[in-house]
Each structure stands twice: as structure tokens, then as C-alpha cells.
């Protein structure tokens, strides 16, 4: 083989060797199982990213509408039985129109396809029910639950109750820091601007600043550990990589979390991805 040949071969195996290092994904990343995670008092419950989103959303309405705690847990343990906090296009044979997170019917009255599969609209359309069960702080859950939705097996809420429970306390602000989330590292660039959107979404307008790659909020006491948390189980969705809050902060890649100087609410998104 000539110089020319054996030097070409050598480039063309450097150059293999380099776009191999930078197509395959890290290993360490590769084995994260990505999870969140509510740990209360009764112990702790998982979700995967989107359900947990799911269940943050569902938790925010109540905040937004100023609901007992004890609505948000309802809800999202029924959401949890009907969809497991998925917004699913399709039903069941005992109701082949259901659809949401909350599989809800329009032959019933719940509205048409395109509201009920919007999950804000399907949260809101929830609680709008549940409120008018008399005394349904209350009720056993499976007792309210069924009578909201009407279910072919209502005793199968019941078992969800500890988990609704749990990721109602943590995202309702009611349990501070305890919901976390461990993800891979963000593949794309977020937007602070699509972060405050749709937080205000599901909380109504909270206003704040934006400050380079950060969304800085004015939102105290439970509110903010419910804003904090939302934001939490959000960061795969919206590439968060940190949330501070009360001299505490989430950093992506990290467990738990830990200590931090802050002032305020600061919600922090993935910069530009080489």
C-alpha cells in the first residue's frame, strides 16, 4: 500500500473514531432512567416525566381556582386510575368516546373531543364537578371520585390514593422540596418566555422578569413551592436545568435538593446546545 493510501486510511479511521464520540450518546446518560419522584410523609411514589407534568398541571388548576389540597389529591388519583396521566385519544369498550386524562365523555356532557383531550380545560371541567359534591373534602376518596366521573369500577380509586396524595402535597406547595426529577441532560435550548407562559397557563399571571437564561418570579409561601415544583416536574418538557426557591435549589443531573442562595423564584432553561 502506498504513503498516500496508508496516510488517507489513517485520517479516514481518525475522523471515524471522532464522529463516532460525538454521535453516540454519553453511556451515563444513556442509563439514567429518567423519573420524578414525590416523597411525603407516607412514603414515596414515581411518575415518569410526562405523567408527572401531568400531574403538576392538574395540581396548578386547583391552586389557580384557591382549592383545598384535598381536591388536587382527588384529581390526581383519579387521573391517575383513568389515564395514568396520560392525555389519551381513545377509550375503552365501557366508554368508547372517553378521552383525556380524566377519559372523559362528551356523550355525557363534558364537552366536545377538543376540549376534553385540552388538559387544562379537562382539569377545570373536573373540579367544576367535584365542587359540587356536598362535603367532598370529607368523602372517602373513592366516594367523591365516583361521583365525579361515574365509573364502571369506582372502587379502583381507592388504591391510588397514597400516590394522588403525595403528588398533590408536593405540587400544591404543601410539601416543600418534595417533589424531584432525575433527567438526562437537556437536548435543546429552552425559552424563559415559554416557561412563564405556561406557568401562567395553569396558575393565571404571575408576571416576573426575565433575566438571560433565567425566569425570575415574585411567587412566596405555598405558591411558590407549587410554581417551584410545577417547574420541577417541567424541566424535561421545557429543558429547566435548575429551580431555586427559598434558599433551596433543583439542579438537573443532580439528586434531590440542596442548598442555595436565592431571591425569589428563579427558573433556569437550557442555553444553546452546540
Known sequence: MGTAAVLLLGTAVVLGGAY????EPDEREVLVRERCTATVAAGSFELAPDQAANAALIAAVAVDRGLPPRAASIAIATAVQE??????DHGDDAGPDSRGLFQQRPSQGWGT????????YAAGAFYDAL???PGYE????????????RSAFP??????????????????????AALTCTLREATGAGDPLVVRSAADEVFGPLGGTVDGTSLVLDSTGTTGWA???????????LSITSVEYADLAWVRGTEGWGPATTDGLRITVAGAVP
Do not use: D, I, K
Open 83 to 88: 389515564s395514568s396521566l396520560r392525555n389519551l
Open 20 to 23: 463516532a464520540a460525538l454521535s
Open 138 to 149: 370529607l368523602l372517602p376518596l373513592t366516594e367523591a371520585a365516583q361521583t365525579v366521573q
Open 131 to 133: 365542587v359540587e359534591v
Open 113 to 120: 373531543q377538543e376540549q376534553v383531550m385540552t388538559p387544562t
Open 227 to 237: 410554581v417551584a415544583q410545577w417547574a420541577v416536574a417541567h424541566a424535561a418538557e
Open 155 to 176: 372502587e379502583a380509586y381507592a388504591q391510588r390514593e397514597p400516590e394522588g396524595r403525595a403528588f398533590a402535597s408536593a405540587l400544591t406547595g404543601q410539601s416543600p
